[in-house]
């Protein structure tokens, strides 16, 4: 096992940075964060494909992402750090690792920030027809830079009151999903099981398709440990959102995902065109309804890129304060560590450009690089835990606030799991090409990471 003297020791307390987020703040982006773009954007396409087996799927990747967050919630609840599990994985293997998992995640995260972007301001330009949409995208992004260059709290502002729309508007939907499939919401007819009979439309291939789109759409959990290190009370925060996780997938997931398929046909075309949610109040003939979804979506790509950007410019300053980037990017003022905020805009709008100059060619290599980066930071959460576990137990078991469930026979089935969805990723032609090159772009990091440790060592 490798010694945490290796290296530089990882950040425990972030001291230089400050501590404004409140616990109701930490709250609410924990609650949320489980409301992702992925959600409300990218569900349709797995329902065309999956049709109401969608539910399974949901469910499936759902259970996964529990144990990881338990995985994960155990460990910073243990090592609070704005490096999260970048920070754990060079306290579990190596300063390689957190290299890799760290700068793997950063690029995920800035890239995410411009395909936010992007779906925000198509949703713009259709209401304001004739404006560049590479505009709203430069809007919104020098709004959401100089929120994060702001005092800590503003970010935690933002995303309070983010958090409290989409929360707000995900339960009016499925309150009166279930009215209308109950048959008593004035207006509608219950449509039964009616558009439940053709569960699995397209064989097990489909439901494969479903499972794959479901897993990346709960990418951004992960954020909520990050910021925890920038809380009043870290372990508090981490171990309170870590332990609803369970109740808040299951609901607004697969509880929304259940109520969709009921009301509306699987294999409507305007679930994948305008949207799963717009298209089911379409279906319910609430006036304005899928108008004003349409503002909820809106909302969570803008959260989206708002927590993003955090959660970047945080990385990369942990990573830099570890030895493990350039050192410009770890000056803080103010407590907020700006020239790292810049870097993650910077980069975010890059991606934007790239997608409007090289729309055939380097713009579709790079989201192919990002494409399972979610999963290659899983692995090394759970690798991670199963290290940190047991020597926490022996060294300081006081520190294990939140434990994983039955140790170590949860972590070994989440690591399956994951080897089991590269083995899918594989099969499929369009994953496959997002396999490669996610672990092209891992290796290459892992080589540097490992030199750089080599280096670091001979001096």
């Known amino acids: 096992m490798p010694s945490t003297t290796t290296g530089t020791p990882p950040s425990t307390d972030d001291a230089s940075l400050s501590h404004g987020l409140k616990q109701r703040h930490l709250s609410m982006i924990a609650l949320g964060g489980v409301i992702g773009a992925g959600l409300f954007v990218g569900s349709g396409a797995g329902i065309a494909a999956a049709g109401p087996s969608i539910v399974v799927a949901y469910a499936l990747s759902g259970l996964l992402v529990m144990l990881v967050m338990r995985m994960l919630g155990e460990m910073s609840a243990a090592y609070p750090s704005s490096g999260s599990f970048s920070a754990h994985a060079e306290r579990a293997i190596g300063p390689w690792a957190g290299f890799t998992a760290g700068w793997a995640f950063w690029v995920l995260l800035c890239t995410a920030v411009g395909l936010e972007g992007i779906g925000a301001a198509k949703i713009v330009s259709g209401w304001l027809p004739g404006t560049p949409e590479w505009a709203w995208v430069a809007l919104f992004m020098v709004v959401f830079c100089g929120t994060n260059l702001a005092a800590v709290k503003n970010f935690g502002e933002f995303e309070f009151w983010f958090a409290a729309l989409k ?108 949207g799963p949610y717009v298209a089911a109040l379409d279906e319910l003939g609430i006036p304005g309804a899928g108008q004003l979804m349409n503002v909820v979506v809106l909302v969570a790509l803008l959260s989206a890129m708002n927590a993003n950007i955090y959660g970047a410019s945080r990385i990369a300053y942990s990573l830099v304060e570890r030895g493990q980037g350039p050192k410009a990017l770890g000056r803080v003022s103010g407590g907020v560590p700006r020239i790292a905020v810049l870097a993650s805009c910077v980069f975010g709008f890059l991606c934007v450009l790239l997608s409007y100059w090289r729309p055939n ?43 994983m469930w039955a140790f170590p026979w949860l972590t070994w089935l989440a690591l399956a799991g994951m080897a089991g969805i590269f083995v899918l990723m594989a099969r499929e032609p369009d994953t496959r090409v997002q396999l490669y090159s996610t672990g092209g772009m891992t290796l290459v990091l892992a080589a540097v990471g490992f030199a750089w440790q080599k280096a670091r060592a001979r001096q």
Do not use: C
């Open 167 to 274: 929360v707000g508007a995900i339960t009016l939907f499925l309150a009166l999903g279930v009215l209308a499939i109950l048959g008593i919401l004035p207006g509608t007819d219950s449509p039964g099981a009616s558009h439940l009979t053709d569960f699995l439309p397209n064989g097990g291939e489909g439901l494969v398709i479903g499972l794959l789109a479901s897993v990346f759409a709960y990418g951004g959990l992960e954020t909520v440990t990050i910021a925890a290190a920038e809380s009043e009370n870290p372990v508090k925060g981490v171990a309170s959102a870590v332990r609803t996780a369970m109740w808040r997938i299951a609901l607004f997931y697969v509880g929304s995902m259940a109520v969709i398929v009921t009301l509306v046909p699987w294999d409507s075309k305007e679930v994948v065109e305008k």
């Open 361 to 403: 060619d380097v713009f579709p290599w790079l989201l192919n690089m990002i494409g399972a980066v979610i999963l290659v930071v899983w692995i090394f959460i759970a690798v991670s835990q199963l290290r940190l576990r047991r020597r926490l137990e022996r060294e300081t078991p006081e520190k294990l606030v939140v434990r």
